[in-house]
């Protein structure tokens, strides 16, 4: 048995006696579709013309919200690398002050601090200083 998609006044059409189901032009989607995929260069223009139509759908989208919800992920994100850089360099100062020290090397724990402690510093300010940046020529990072 075969489905059959009609509108309401074909089918009210046919409860009335008026129309049989014979009479009704049932294919003629299936034959608009056939012809399509059967010519190679209007198969490929209908999907073109498709791809294009999503595209258009996805850029209307409201801009202001999704680039807000951009932001607060890049955000999330910087802070979480910022904090594991920051905990990966108090670790690798107190193993290097902690070998400085056995290896009889006590002086150079202040150089070594201030390796590490500018290293922190440079992970903190560099993405400021990229918004700074951007401020000023009025472009959004």
Request: proline residues 1%.
């Amino acid at each position: 048995m075969k489905e059959i998609t009609m509108s309401v006044h074909q089918f009210m059409e046919v409860q009335r006696g008026n129309l049989t189901y014979e009479d009704l032009d049932i294919n003629t989607l299936d034959k608009f579709a056939g012809e399509i995929l059967k010519n190679k260069k209007l198969k490929i223009a209908v999907v073109t013309a498709m791809a294009y139509m999503n595209i258009a759908f996805v850029a209307l989208a409201e801009e202001t919200e999704a680039l807000a919800q951009l932001r607060v992920a890049k955000n999330e994100i910087v802070h979480v690398l910022q904090f594991v850089i920051c905990i990966i360099c108090i670790v690798m100062c107190l193993i290097e002050i902690g070998k400085a020290l056995i290896g009889g090397r006590g002086n150079d724990i202040g150089s070594i601090v201030m390796k590490y402690l500018t290293a922190v510093v440079a992970v903190c300010v560099i993405p400021n200083l990229f918004s700074w940046i951007g401020r000023l020529c009025h472009v959004n990072f």
